[in-house]
């Protein structure tokens, strides 16, 4: 006969009196002690079903089986966490028109750099109030449906929900329509220039 060390350990440590969690631990680990009934346990033990220390035993037997239960429940909430920000199956099946070879890059310019970005198009102009503004609304659109801004929609809100996700914290995510009258560089290969830059609002209708 083996007795399991660390089970003894345990039992010992959740308050079992040595000399029972010795005999609770010989040929038996945790899972297989917690599988026993009150008269095994006792019939183990050498006690009476009427002694306060089987009561005991049987005390702290049931306190580790809830405990389990709750650390279970826990790391299947953190499971579904990962599989719902992290996993995301249905994005690894979803066709991204992005990788198609016949669509052009595309990606969002950040609102702080539109101003820099759109510079050499000379696209400011001075309100009737006098204040200088950048007339976005001259640029040639794409609908927000567009599967490319979709496609970008997507991932952005991807990525938003993974930083909040590392900062383990309340985010309140994208504000709704935070898409729209943002703006986004295309760039395709060109014969003459090697690369062409063009550049289109993002609207929600024409």
Known sequence: MVVKS????RLTELGVREELAHKLATDRNMAAIKQMS??????ACG???DDEELQTVLNVLQEVGSNRR???SRKITISMK???????PEHEIKFNPLNHVLVPHHELVPIEMELEELSPWDLIRVDFDGTERLAKELLPKILITDPA?????EAEEREELLRAAEDDRDHPGLPAGWL?????KVTRPSPT???SVAYRLIVEGS
């Open 6 to 9: 660390a089970t003894k350990k």
């Open 38 to 43: 009150s008269d095994d346990i006792a019939k």
């Open 47 to 49: 006690l009476s079903r």
């Open 70 to 72: 709750r650390n279970k």
């Open 82 to 88: 990962e599989i719902d920000l992290i996993d995301m």
């Open 149 to 153: 801004i979709q496609a970008l929609k």
């Open 180 to 184: 729209a009258d943002r703006v986004v």
């Open 193 to 195: 220039a090697g690369l």
